[in-house]
């Protein structure tokens, strides 16, 4: 117990009696953003982007990961790097432009100039400076110590001993696949990025994401639709068996996911009647083909039901209608920065990127019928936590705490499963 650096005991767990509490300071004390910062984003691996986003040589994207602003890019030898975007020489940001594709960095400040793998090209007065510079290599531009990626997924990870990322998602991989086999041709994502904020800590969401608890209460308004659009019961297109309707499961590491049937649409291969007529044939030759791909019991599990998945700690996948990437990048105790990216197959149907689009936009987008109310309700709890300073409180998890595995849907395991894993590190971590 270390009674003073306020990292003790934020992480209540008695499996033996199904206790399950965190408390509250987790989202407002400072030295817990300060350990977090060094305890979970320097050690695990943190999405960046996806190989469709740097496919030309030369293209880049910033991204932000852990606190650090990064050049994601493809350069003109053809390798994806990130790099820091910050000039080796006093640290002004190398670009300003939020993507686009260049034959080199420029350093408006002083006119260093880098060629596109990083290697300082130019050095302004080059005959002023020792023979030796830059032998080192540190003039150069400042790479993260690892890359990696699955299937296409970008991971950076700023500890150079950490696992391999093939490790590091273990069990979460069957799911990865269960995204990225949707496309025949692969999958992309679609250019148009949601970039919003919210004045909440970024642990909010990250649980938020995958909380099957709170879809009947908070977003009872986007389900009275489907209701009326598409009244229950749900049947498989084809009979093909089918997992258990909805469920909660653990895929260690502190990854997570919540699988179910769907009332809605998907893309992927599940007409619904709020789509109109005209693009049955379409959506269901789609599932037609996906069957005779991968066959039939993975394609109704495609096609039929939605997930939503945590890769540990901050990418959220959910796998709904259409498909959306989500990272949660926190900024203070109280303010996140999230972006999210729609994932689409490659090459598909007209139709089926405007029902994907649509999607993206009316049920997840910022202005949405889900992510408002996401939003408020995350507000409203960290203005509850921020307002009851001092306060020993704490957020009860417990709901199915009983059981050990797979819980149903609308149970609390999920959410679990991303708190054992932090208070695993948090605890752990030596400030
Ligand atoms: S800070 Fe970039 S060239 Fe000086
Ligand atoms: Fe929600």
Same mark, same amino acid.
């Not at 320097?42 to 996806?50: S, T």
């Not at 300003?96 to 006119?111: E, I, K, L, N």
């Not at 959410?415 to 695993?424: A, D, K, M, N, Q």
């Given at each position: 117990?270390?009674? =003073?650096?306020?990292? #003790?005991?934020?992480? @209540? *767990?008695?499996?033996? $009696?199904? !206790? %399950?509490?965190?408390?509250?300071?987790?989202?407002?004390?400072?030295?817990?953003?300060?350990?977090?910062?060094?305890?979970?984003?320097?050690?695990?691996?943190?999405?960046?982007?996806?190989?469709?986003?740097?496919?030309?040589?030369?293209?880049?994207?910033?991204?932000?990961?852990?606190?650090?602003?990064?050049?994601?890019?493809?350069?003109?030898?053809?390798?994806?790097?990130?790099?820091?975007?910050?000039?080796?020489?006093?640290?002004?940001?190398?670009?300003?432009?939020?993507?686009?594709?260049?034959?080199?960095?420029?350093?408006?400040?002083?006119?260093? =100039?880098?060629?596109? #793998?990083?290697?300082? @090209? *130019?050095?302004?007065? $080059?005959? !002023? %400076?020792?023979?030796?510079?830059?032998?080192?290599?540190?003039?150069?531009?400042?790479?993260?110590?690892?890359?990696?990626?699955?299937?296409?997924?970008?991971?950076?990870?700023?500890?150079?001993?950490?696992?391999?990322?093939?490790?590091?998602?273990?069990?979460?991989?069957?799911?990865?696949?269960?995204?990225?086999?949707?496309?025949?041709?692969?999958?992309?994502?679609?250019?148009?990025?949601?970039?919003?904020?919210?004045?909440?800590?970024?642990?909010?969401?990250?649980?938020?994401?995958?909380?099957?608890?709170?879809?009947?209460?908070?977003?009872?308004?986007?389900?009275?639709?489907?209701?009326?659009?598409?009244?229950?019961?749900?049947?498989?297109?084809?009979?093909?068996?089918?997992?258990?309707?909805?469920?909660?499961?653990?895929?260690?590491?502190?990854?997570?996911?919540?699988?179910?049937?769907?009332?809605?649409?998907?893309?992927?291969?599940?007409?619904?009647?709020?789509?109109?007529?005209?693009?049955?044939?379409?959506?269901?030759?789609?599932?037609?083909?996906?069957?005779?791909?991968?066959?039939?019991?993975?394609?109704?599990?495609?096609?039929?039901?939605?997930?939503?998945?945590?890769?540990?700690?901050?990418?959220?996948?959910?796998?709904?209608?259409?498909?959306?990437?989500?990272?949660?990048?926190?900024?203070?105790?109280?303010?996140?920065?999230?972006?999210?990216?729609?994932?689409?197959?490659?090459?598909?149907?007209?139709?089926?990127?405007?029902?994907?689009?649509?999607?993206?936009?009316?049920?997840?987008?910022?202005?949405?019928?889900?992510?408002?109310?996401?939003?408020?309700?995350?507000?409203?709890?960290?203005?509850?936590?921020?307002?009851?300073?001092?306060?020993?409180?704490?957020?009860?998890?417990?709901?199915?705490?009983?059981?050990?595995?797979?819980?149903?849907?609308?149970?609390?395991?999920?959410?679990?499963?991303?708190?054992?894993?932090?208070?695993?590190?948090?605890?752990?971590?030596?400030?």
């Amino acid at each position: 117990m270390r009674a =003073t650096d306020g990292l #003790d005991d934020l992480v @209540h *767990i008695d499996d033996s $009696r199904g !206790v %399950f509490k965190v408390s509250r300071r987790s989202f407002t004390d400072p030295r817990v953003f300060e350990a977090e910062r060094k305890a979970i984003f320097d050690k695990c691996w943190l999405y960046i982007g996806h190989e469709s986003e740097v496919e030309k040589r030369g293209q880049f994207h910033l991204r932000s990961a852990g606190g650090r602003e990064l050049i994601f890019n493809r350069d003109l030898n053809g390798k994806v790097n990130a790099f820091l975007n910050a000039c080796p020489h006093r640290g002004a940001r190398l670009c300003t432009a939020r993507d686009g594709s260049v034959r080199t960095f420029f350093c408006y400040y002083h006119g260093w =100039t880098f060629t596109t #793998d990083g290697a300082l @090209h *130019i050095l302004p007065d $080059r005959e !002023v %400076f020792p023979e030796t510079f830059n032998d080192d290599g540190s003039a150069n531009m400042v790479a993260v110590p690892r890359l990696e990626h699955y299937r296409g997924l970008y991971f950076v990870c700023f500890d150079k001993d950490a696992v391999s990322l093939s490790d590091y998602l273990g069990a979460a991989k069957p799911y990865l696949d269960l995204c990225l086999d949707q496309g025949e041709a692969g999958m992309e994502v679609v250019e148009g990025t949601h970039d919003y904020a919210s004045s909440a800590n970024w642990k909010l969401l990250s649980e938020n994401s995958v909380d099957g608890n709170h879809l009947s209460s908070l977003h009872s308004t986007y389900l009275d639709y489907v209701k009326t659009v598409n009244p229950p019961p749900v049947q498989p297109q084809d009979g093909a068996s089918k997992p258990t309707p909805g469920y909660q499961r653990d895929l260690g590491n502190g990854h997570t996911v919540a699988e179910y049937a769907v009332p809605w649409g998907r893309v992927a291969g599940k007409w619904w009647p709020a789509w109109g007529e005209e693009t049955k044939p379409e959506i269901e030759a789609a599932y037609q083909r996906l069957a005779k791909r991968v066959g039939a019991e993975k394609a109704d599990r495609i096609a039929n039901y939605s997930r939503n998945l945590l890769i540990f700690p901050n990418l959220a996948i959910v796998d709904g209608t259409g498909l959306t990437l989500r990272t949660i990048e926190p900024s203070a105790t109280d303010y996140m920065k999230v972006k999210a990216y729609a994932l689409a197959e490659k090459g598909e149907s007209e139709t089926a990127r405007r029902l994907r689009l649509s999607a993206f936009v009316e049920f997840l987008g910022p202005g949405g019928l889900a992510t408002p109310d996401d939003v408020d309700a995350l507000q409203q709890c960290q203005k509850s936590y921020d307002m009851s300073a001092g306060m020993p409180l704490w957020n009860d998890l417990s709901k199915g705490s009983l059981q050990a595995k797979d819980w149903p849907f609308d149970h609390e395991g999920t959410v679990r499963c991303f708190w054992r894993e932090w208070g695993r590190r948090i605890h752990a971590h030596k400030p």
